[in-house]
């Protein structure tokens, strides 16, 4: 690693891991918010679209110099990491799981990388980090136990899927060589996904219009600032800095912000088994803690190391 990637994966402050922590926590209150509209679909297919063409003109000449590898894994990763993930988050809680478990439950997502690692990224995941593994496992059936009559056990299916889309969505995107500007592979993505959601809207209502109403403005513009510039934009821009274990830790961070979130803003209940859940999950990531990291892939000739941080 030379002098310029060191400095870049030290800019990646507190600061910056809180916000990604906090903005990441808010694409569950959103689903909570987009409940409160006649589609929740019509309201995602709105959020992607809406920002796919604000980024469009700030990120053009970088999507052109994109070869066609790069635009397919960026395909791929916006169907896994961005439809998939929100998709199933929002689906369940649509369904009836309460936000804070989902989020417990799509926070996993560090452990399950683990598992992935050795694989994929070449890491070593030692005997300890498999125990925290199971710890954490055990801590997300105690969350969900004392509430699983509250959803069908399908719905809580749909939170475990949403955290395997976006660990597959993070091990592609760190395995790169040649790496997308942030703003244009959100570009890409936010266009996949408004592609993709635009038949659920359409299967949900008469009209894929947008709702003249608040609930629908404030639902959408929620999804845009926070959950998607502020959550996915800081998503992948750490990711670029630091290893994707490191990356996926701090999403753990979210279930607690999530809860009281929920709490404050449509009084759902701070339960005794979620908050032991939590704790014990907590315990798991603690016994994973000191995965091997894998360095940043090496750059493809042609590829320019600056440009990472460009549109």
């Known amino acids: 690693m030379n002098i310029r990637q060191r400095v870049?994966?030290?800019?990646?402050?507190?600061?910056?891991?809180?916000?990604?922590?906090?903005?990441?926590?808010?694409?569950?209150?959103?689903?909570?918010?987009?409940?409160?509209t006649s589609s929740i679909?019509?309201?995602?297919?709105?959020?992607?679209?809406?920002?796919?063409?604000?980024?469009?003109?700030?990120?053009?000449?970088?999507?052109?110099?994109?070869?066609?590898?790069?635009l397919?894994?960026?395909?791929?990763?916006?169907?896994?990491?961005?439809f998939g993930y929100?998709?199933?988050?929002?689906?369940?809680?649509?369904?009836?799981?309460?936000a804070g478990t989902v989020a417990l439950i799509a926070a996993l997502q560090p452990l399950a990388a683990a598992a992935l690692a050795g694989t994929v990224l070449s890491e070593i995941v030692s005997p300890r980090q498999w125990l925290g593994l199971g710890v954490g496992f055990f801590g997300v059936f105690l969350a969900v136990s004392g509430a699983v009559d509250a959803a069908p056990v399908w719905a809580y299916a749909l939170a475990f899927l949403s955290m395997l889309c976006l660990v597959v969505a993070t091990l592609v995107a760190?395995?790169?060589?040649?790496?997308?500007?942030?703003?244009?592979?959100?570009?890409?993505?936010?266009?996949?996904?408004?592609?993709?959601?635009?038949?659920?809207?359409?299967?949900?209502?008469?009209?894929?219009?947008?709702?003249?109403?608040?609930?629908?403005?404030?639902?959408?513009?929620?999804?845009?600032?926070?959950?998607?510039?502020?959550?996915?934009?800081?998503?992948?821009?750490?990711?670029?800095?630091?290893?994707?274990?490191r990356v996926s830790s701090l999403i753990y961070l979210t279930p607690p912000v999530t809860a009281i979130w929920a709490w404050a803003m449509f009084g759902q209940p701070l339960t005794l088994g979620a908050a032991l859940g939590f704790v014990i999950c907590l315990l798991g990531v603690h016994l994973s803690k000191g995965m091997g990291s894998r360095p940043a892939a090496p750059i493809r000739p042609g590829c320019s190391d600056a440009g990472v941080s460009s549109c």
Not at 17 to 24: P, R, T
């Open 8 to 36: 870049r994966q030290t800019d990646a402050t507190p600061a910056f891991e809180v916000g990604l922590v906090i903005c990441w926590s808010s694409g569950f209150i959103g689903g909570l918010l987009a409940s409160e």
């Open 174 to 245: 760190k395995a790169q060589s040649c790496p997308v500007p942030v703003l244009s592979s959100l570009t890409i993505q936010c266009a996949v996904s408004a592609v993709l959601y635009l038949p659920l809207a359409i299967a949900a209502g008469e009209s894929v219009l947008p709702e003249a109403n608040w609930s629908f403005v404030y639902a959408v513009a929620w999804f845009i600032l926070f959950s998607t510039l502020g959550g996915f934009g800081l998503y992948w821009a750490t990711l670029r800095r630091t290893s994707a274990t």
């Open 41 to 70: 679909y019509l309201v995602l297919f709105w959020r992607f679209l809406l920002l796919a063409l604000l980024l469009l003109p700030f990120t053009v000449l970088a999507l052109t110099r994109l070869d066609r590898r790069q």
């Open 86 to 98: 929100t998709a199933s988050v929002i689906s369940a809680i649509k369904f009836g799981v309460p």
């Open 72 to 82: 397919t894994v960026q395909t791929g990763v916006g169907l896994l990491g961005m």
